[in-house]
């Protein structure tokens, strides 16, 4: 008992001193995990779902409040990661069980890499995890029973190779050694080929006498290295057979040969050859596969069991298997058969079949316009299965873009970044076409196609659709009513393209006009809250703005030049003959001995209006006798006819009318009494009347001058701004004098100018030069050459 104590604990301490040392070395790989740039957490296999593995944010000294924010999340191709990652606490669990073996078959170190990501900034970092293995499953033979049959012949040191066993755990959980039962007449050796994989070998060490023992029952057992161990058993019966003492003897110590993968259906990998020197059936040789060739072999590869040729049967992929290993076994058909096995080894020769797959992993959704080059867009990794010079990818941007291609440090990684300035306005939308190629003879390549939309800026100011405007309107308008509209256009987009409209009023008081102008900030309608009179306000200018809704607003202004119209509103107002109780009535004596032509008088009228609206016409709307008396149409003078006889009456009675040209014509009458009287007489009334109307004359005289100079200034005006116009806003402006060869009338002078493509007048009164000021009947006439008639007559105009 004491011996037993003593022995239990040191086998503790034993256990004890291992954990330590898995401790120490957990923590050493750890620590390089970390010092690499990858870090690296180990779990069992066939643990519970949910499972924590590692806390990454608190590794990776990430804040765990911005977890969410940012997106933080695996990145593992298209089918469900093995591992999940919480958003709240940073901490990798495990999402579904893991089977080792299923995993990662029999390899040595099964380890699952990560690809964590996190956005706003971008981040990727690299986690693996190493799926440690479990002893859960026990060494198994392919059959249970195995009859061996064995020539008394056969000499000691006989070999006979025996089905291995296979443990589905990798490492020093598989198979690790075998046992052979007790006897007396074979022994075993075990053939170590690498990659936990161990043949059994049963060797003759003792001649046998089918006379003393004609069957030898022998157990196999094969056990892994699990703690505690699992064993897996298979009964070995061996019959002796008699005589047949030669085994098949292959021509060649070893066979290798290269196959290129993708070989057709058929195609003769190589031929095997064993003799035996046996005669008879004894001595013919048959080939087989070894029993220890899988199921994956033989559907690969057929043999020809009397030439020994062996053939492809099967798909040959370098992808999946780049070298086969395959046992041939030559045996004889003796009665007790003899058989040698020979290993043949055919390299699979990689070809270029597979083309590289690229993946995309888009992080930006919309681009902002003002990007700086070197923005990263995307994360874009590649692969290729194939090896070597065929496996080698060079990723590209087929298209010329504001895009390129930066190579990461980590192998078959790039990033897609800006490479130069964006605007919206002219490309919103870019198609990107990456293309993979790899250096294969012929080369493939793959296309991936990504689509990125570029989001708007506020980098654009309202621009008018015209600079500046010029309106045209007429006087009279309706108070309230829109009378002109300007528009704007924005380049961006959303909110930023949305325009407001006001007036820019001036604070000075400049322009008190503006007081008047109201605008419709959503569509630009201007109206005005008054009428307006042309012969109050020719011309005006203003600016309106246009701001857009961005953030900063940006905005820009517009000078509008507004023309008043002139419309025929002003009624003629007659100036001569005007009676003491301001009626145009007159009296005019004349002596009965004048001649033809004599001038009787002449109607005054002024127009406020100008143009065609102030041009007047007199005619006679009632006269007495029409064969005495004549109206120039265009001067308003009367002049008689005829001389005057004893049968005219004495007294005559004249209705003038003086009218307008404008579209509806306004009018004015005077009345006119021609008073015929004897030459005596018409000597005393004259001296009489003349001093009588050199007063009238001199107050009609003053309101005429002041009705010119009126006329002249706005006149001058209104040139001296067209003049302006053209120098300053590079409007093409045309300007000449009318020249009337026919008459002389209140229709004088006009200026004809063009805005754009249309076309305008102004008409006004105009001095001759030749025009005269005469003494007369009425003092302060203005006399101008009446160019329409060839003889030296004249006439007078207001």
Same mark, same amino acid.
């Given at each position: 008992m004491f011996h037993l104590h003593i022995m239990e604990q040191r086998r503790h301490q034993t256990w004890r001193e291992r954990t330590k040392w898995v401790v120490y070395m957990m923590v050493f790989v750890t620590f390089w995990s970390k010092a690499s740039g990858q870090f690296r957490y180990s779990i069992s296999e066939e643990v519970k779902e949910g499972t924590a593995v590692g806390n990454i944010a608190k590794d990776l000294g990430l804040d765990k409040t911005t977890l969410k924010e940012r997106g933080y999340r695996i990145v593992y191709g298209t089918t469900e990661p093995p591992f999940r990652v919480n958003q709240d606490d940073g901490v990798l669990y495990v999402n579904k069980k893991i089977d080792r073996e299923e995993v990662c078959d029999r390899?040595?170190?099964?380890?699952?890499?990560?690809?964590?990501?996190?956005?706003?900034?971008?981040?990727?970092?690299?986690?693996? @995890?190493?799926? %440690? *293995? /479990? #002893? =859960?499953?026990? !060494?198994? +033979?392919?059959?249970?029973?195995?009859?061996?049959?064995?020539?008394?012949?056969?000499?000691?040191?006989?070999?006979?190779?025996?089905?291995?066993?296979?443990?589905?755990?990798?490492?020093?959980?598989?198979?690790?050694?075998?046992k052979l039962s007790q006897n007396d007449n074979f022994r075993l050796e075990v053939k170590d080929r690498g990659e936990d994989r161990k043949t059994p070998i049963l060797i003759i060490q003792k001649s046998l006498d089918r006379e003393s023992a004609k069957t030898h029952v022998l157990l196999l057992t094969a056990i892994d290295g699990g703690k505690p161990?699992?064993?897996?058993?298979?009964?070995?019966? @061996?019959?002796? %057979? *008699? /005589? #047949? =003492?030669?085994? !098949?003897? +292959?021509?060649?110590?070893?066979?290798?040969?290269?196959?290129?993968e993708n070989s057709p259906l058929g195609t003769t990998v190589i031929r095997v050859n064993a003799t035996d020197l046996d005669e008879?059936?004894?001595?013919?040789?048959?080939?087989?596969?070894?029993?220890?060739?899988?199921?994956?072999?033989?559907?690969?590869?057929?043999?020809?069991?009397?030439?020994?040729?062996?053939?492809?049967a099967g798909s040959i992929d370098f992808e999946e298997c780049s070298r086969y290993e395959i046992d041939i076994q030559a045996s004889d058909k003796g009665a007790a058969t003899l058989a040698t096995d020979k290993s043949i080894i055919i390299h699979v020769v990689d070809v270029n079949d597979n083309a590289p797959d690229i993946e995309v992993t888009s992080f930006s959704h919309a681009l902002p316009e003002d990007s700086k080059p070197g923005t990263t867009v995307a994360l874009v990794s590649v692969k290729d299965s194939d090896s070597g010079l065929n496996g080698k990818v060079m990723c590209y941007i087929s298209q010329d873009l504001p895009f390129m291609l930066t190579p990461s440090l980590q192998n078959n990684m790039y990033s897609l970044v800006t490479k130069s300035l964006l605007d919206r306005e002219q490309q919103s939308h870019y198609h990107v076409t990456i293309v993979g190629k790899d250096a294969g003879e012929p080369p493939l390549s793959s296309e991936k196609n990504i689509n990125i939309v570029v989001s708007d800026v506020n980098d654009n100011s309202p621009v008018f659709s015209q600079n500046p405007y010029t309106f045209y309107i007429s006087e009279n308008n309706n108070p309230g009513e829109s009378i002109l509209s300007v528009t704007a256009r924005d380049d961006d987009e959303g909110s930023n393209a949305l325009i407001l409209y006001h007036i820019f009023r001036d604070r000075g008081g400049e322009h008190l006009f503006?007081?008047?102008?109201?605008?419709?900030?959503?569509?630009?309608?201007?109206?005005?809250?008054?009428?307006?009179?042309?012969?109050t306000l020719k011309t005006f200018q203003f600016q309106v703005v246009a701001t857009d809704s961005g953030t900063p607003s940006l905005s820009s202004n517009v000078t509008v030049n507004v023309f008043i119209l002139d419309q025929n509103d002003n009624a003629p107002v007659i100036l001569y003959p005007v009676s003491s109780n301001g009626s145009a009535e007159g009296v005019e004596e004349i002596p009965r001995n004048v001649n033809a032509g004599h001038l009787v008088t002449k109607v005054r009228a002024y127009d406020a209006d100008i143009g065609y609206n102030g041009w007047l016409l007199f005619s006679l709307q009632e006269v007495t006798d029409h064969s005495l008396f004549a109206l120039d149409r265009y001067t308003g003078q009367i002049r008689t006819l005829r001389s005057f006889t004893e049968t005219d009456e004495a007294e005559?009675?004249?209705?003038?009318?003086?009218?307008?040209?404008?579209?509806?014509?306004?009018?004015?009458?005077?009345?006119?009494?021609?008073?015929?009287?004897?030459?005596?007489?018409?000597?005393a009334a004259s001296d009489v009347k003349s001093a009588t109307r050199d007063e009238e004359g001199t107050d009609v005289t003053f309101y005429l001058m002041i009705t010119l100079g009126s006329v002249s200034v706005l006149f001058i005006i209104s040139i001296i701004v067209l003049i302006a116009m053209q120098c300053s806003k590079s409007t093409e402006y045309t300007s000449k004098?009318?020249?009337?060869?026919?008459?002389?009338?209140?229709?004088?002078?006009?200026?004809?100018?063009?805005?754009?493509?249309?076309?305008?007048?102004?008409?006004?009164?105009?001095?001759?030069?030749?025009?005269?000021?005469?003494?007369?009947?009425?003092?302060?006439?203005?006399?101008?050459?009446?160019r329409r008639r060839p003889s030296g007559e004249v006439r007078t105009i207001l």
């Open positions: 390899s040595k170190v099964c380890v699952i890499d990560l690809k964590t990501v996190l956005e706003n900034p971008l981040e990727v970092h690299y986690v693996a @995890v190493e799926i %440690l *293995d /479990v #002893n =859960d499953h026990a !060494p198994s +033979f392919p059959e249970n029973e195995k009859l061996l049959e064995i020539s008394e012949s056969a000499l000691p040191g006989a070999r006979f190779q025996l089905q291995a066993a296979r443990d589905a755990d990798s490492g020093s959980l598989s198979v690790q050694q075998y161990p699992r064993s897996g058993n298979m009964t070995i019966t @061996v019959d002796v %057979l *008699d /005589v #047949n =003492d030669n085994p !098949p003897v +292959f021509t060649q110590d070893s066979y290798t040969v290269h196959l290129k008879g059936s004894n001595g013919e040789v048959v080939y087989s596969f070894g029993n220890d060739v899988d199921a994956r072999t033989r559907a690969s590869f057929d043999l020809n069991a009397i030439t020994g040729v062996i053939t492809v503006t007081s008047f102008l109201n605008v419709n900030s959503e569509n630009g309608d201007i109206s005005a809250l008054k009428s307006f009179d042309f012969e005559h009675k004249l209705i003038i009318l003086v009218k307008d040209n404008g579209n509806v014509s306004l009018s004015a009458t005077a009345t006119v009494l021609v008073k015929v009287v004897e030459p005596k007489e018409a000597f004098y009318l020249q009337e060869t026919n008459y002389d009338g209140t229709l004088c002078h006009s200026i004809q100018y063009r805005s754009g493509d249309k076309r305008y007048m102004l008409v006004g009164p105009r001095m001759s030069i030749g025009s005269t000021i005469v003494p007369g009947s009425h003092a302060n006439t203005l006399v101008l050459p009446d």
